[in-house]
């Protein structure tokens, strides 16, 4: 098992910053591959962000490439996502999970945090 609480939500202005964290507990955190998903109200679950066990590879979904950055750090059991230049588009709940491969299909993931709300005003 692996337990995830993500942190850092809040209610931010268009074209400010936020931070998410994802800290993990339970079986070998660096086992496995991370990914953020978000859900918008009323829409379905969209992939956002996944990392590599190792942190050496990344992908990111083309609405917030350039924008965001996702990092883990194995020794804290980790994973953050770095969001700069919001927009309200990017109002959603966010979700941190691990896999056991490096993949972007939420169906993939193995377990999932609770969420935390991300909310950009215009």
């Known amino acids: 098992q692996v337990q995830l609480v993500e942190s850092g939500g809040g209610l931010v202005q268009a074209g400010g910053s936020l931070r998410l964290s994802c800290a993990a507990s339970g079986r070998i955190f660096r086992s496995y591959a991370m990914g953020w998903f978000r859900q918008a109200l009323g829409k379905e679950r969209e992939f956002v962000a996944a990392?590599?066990?190792?942190?050496?590879?990344?992908h990111y979904a083309d609405s917030v490439k350039g924008r965001f950055t996702i990092s883990r750090h194995n020794a804290k059991n980790t994973v953050y996502l770095q969001m700069n230049s919001l927009k309200p588009e990017d109002t959603a709940v966010y979700y941190c999970a691990a896999a056991s491969a490096f993949v972007v299909v939420a169906t993939a993931y193995d377990y999932w945090g609770q969420g935390t709300q991300v909310t950009v005003s215009s």
């Open positions: 990392i590599s066990w190792s942190g050496g590879s990344t």
